[in-house]
């Protein structure tokens, strides 16, 4: 009797333990591949493109303007006298592939850029530990010849930048950026200078709050390439976002608002104190 | 002898049941369907999630769900980005959850094709808040197949979803959650 007993009580537990499992209908379900998004705020990091890109049938009006120095002083309202303006904007084709267009008072320059994201870090299934970009500018300046009397070239307007953004989130909050670049000028000042330079962007992003982050920007150019009389551009601001719009607020001595400005004929130097105040506001379209 | 033949024959009889109620009864879904429904004057914000994974036995009226929160679908990129970033913070959170009972599953003949209701009331977990929700569902067999809709709402703010003072107009403190699951009888 006790053994039936005992038996009994072995059946009750097991059925006992056949019921609890049904505390947890759910299984965990088939592996998936998840991607990061957000790996920076909007798609600039500073003055140069970040990785991100913006969706598709998706515009992004941008206002970039950088005013005069701060060292200015109060004669020039530290610099709010004096602006560099570019008004553009981004266009999502696809998710990935970006086209854009923009027109700055630097040199009368027009600019139109393609983008293609074809790498997005993941985890998951698929674990890619970065994600890529490939853009290339071509730039128009369309200022009067200074020189009317010579044989001028359309050509020589013309400058190209090719870049490959390589990004990483590091955590949710950290992001970092590298950024080989070439910019290519048709016309240079002499013979003595060279018309192909090679540089590396390095852009860092750190959330502070969900809707702040703090983003830095360095172009490195590699030596024997720059003027003497030019200098590396390097930027320190703020992206605020409310809903639809951007905010990027920042401290840069670069003053023209496209790459090849920026990266090749920056003057300023930080050490000098020949800082601007400059912001870019984005604000996104759906068609 | 008589009497350990009964008990026996009853034991054996108990390991039968509890086995088919646990591999009958079991209704499942990965597809299913969730969407929210937010109504301001200034802005209508609206996002559906199809793959939600949920499940409820037919034995005891247990029903759970799983809800992925980077699986949300807004219209608008950006909103999905912000809806992800700011306000439900998924790389933190990923995962809603339920865990509740269907409360007159007796009335739910899953065997028979027909329209049930009833009162479905449980744990509702959302970046790691819970809070006891409950609702009125409706449990329409047809076959093999139960499809079980029901609408409640919620606060945001009651489930640490926080909004800024400058966007407060455009989001609603009574949002409308939809729930539609097709369930396919587990064999």
Do not use: C
Request: aromatic content about 10%.
């Amino acid at each position: 009797m006790n053994r039936i007993f005992l038996f009994f009580m072995l059946v009750s537990i097991l059925t006992s333990n056949a019921f609890s499992q049904d505390l947890d209908l759910l299984d965990d379900g088939e592996p998936r591949t998840n991607y990061t998004t957000a790996t920076f705020k909007t798609n600039r990091v500073v003055n140069g493109h970040s990785i991100e890109t913006v969706a598709k049938r998706e515009f992004d009006f941008k206002i970039s303007h950088r005013f005069g120095f701060v060292n200015g002083g109060v004669y020039n309202l530290f610099g709010l006298d004096q602006a560099t303006i570019r008004m553009g904007g981004d266009f999502g084709i696809t998710d990935n592939l970006n086209i854009g267009i923009g027109r700055s008072n630097e040199a009368k320059t027009y600019d139109g850029f393609v983008k293609y994201k074809f790498l997005k870090q993941s985890t998951g299934t698929k674990k890619v530990p970065i994600s890529a970009a490939w853009i290339s500018h071509i730039g128009v300046t369309t200022q009067r010849w200074t020189r009317p009397d010579r044989e001028n070239l359309f050509s020589s307007r013309l400058h190209y930048t090719h870049q490959l953004l390589i990004a990483r989130k590091m955590t949710d909050g950290l992001s970092l950026q590298l950024s080989p670049t070439l910019v290519h000028k048709n016309l240079v000042d002499s013979a003595a200078r060279t018309n192909d330079i090679l540089s590396i962007g390095i852009g860092v992003r750190q959330k502070i709050t969900n809707r702040i982050s703090i983003n830095g920007e360095y172009f490195y150019v590699l030596p024997n390439q720059l003027e003497l009389d030019k200098a590396k551009s390097l930027s320190l601001g703020f992206d605020i976002e409310t809903g639809g719009h951007v905010f990027q607020l920042f401290f840069t001595n670069a003053a023209a608002p496209f790459e090849k400005g920026f990266i090749t004929d920056t003057k300023a130097k930080w050490l000098d104190g020949d800082i601007r105040f400059g912001f870019n506001i984005a604000r996104m379209f759906n068609f | 002898m008589k009497h350990i033949t009964t008990i026996v024959l009853a034991t054996i009889t108990l390991i039968t049941l509890a086995f088919t109620q646990h591999n009958g009864g079991v209704y499942k879904t990965n597809t299913g369907n969730i969407s929210f429904f937010s109504r301001t004057p200034i802005e209508d914000i609206a996002a559906e999630n199809h793959k939600v994974k949920t499940a409820f036995s037919s034995v005891n009226g247990k029903l759970q769900f799983s809800v992925l929160i980077k699986d949300f679908e807004f219209e608008k990129a950006l909103m999905q980005e912000h809806f992800n970033e700011n306000y439900m913070e998924s790389t933190k959170y990923p995962k809603a959850t339920f865990n509740g009972i269907i409360e007159d599953i007796n009335i739910v003949e899953v065997s028979k094709n027909g329209t049930y209701t009833s009162k479905v009331s449980g744990k509702l977990t959302i970046k790691n808040v819970t809070k006891e929700v409950s609702a009125t569902a409706t449990f329409s067999v047809k076959g093999d197949i139960v499809n079980a809709k029901a609408v409640f709402n919620v606060n945001p703010s009651d489930y640490n979803v926080k909004i800024p003072r400058a966007v407060i107009n455009k989001i609603s403190d009574n949002i409308k959650i939809s729930i539609d699951a097709d369930y396919t009888h587990q064999h």
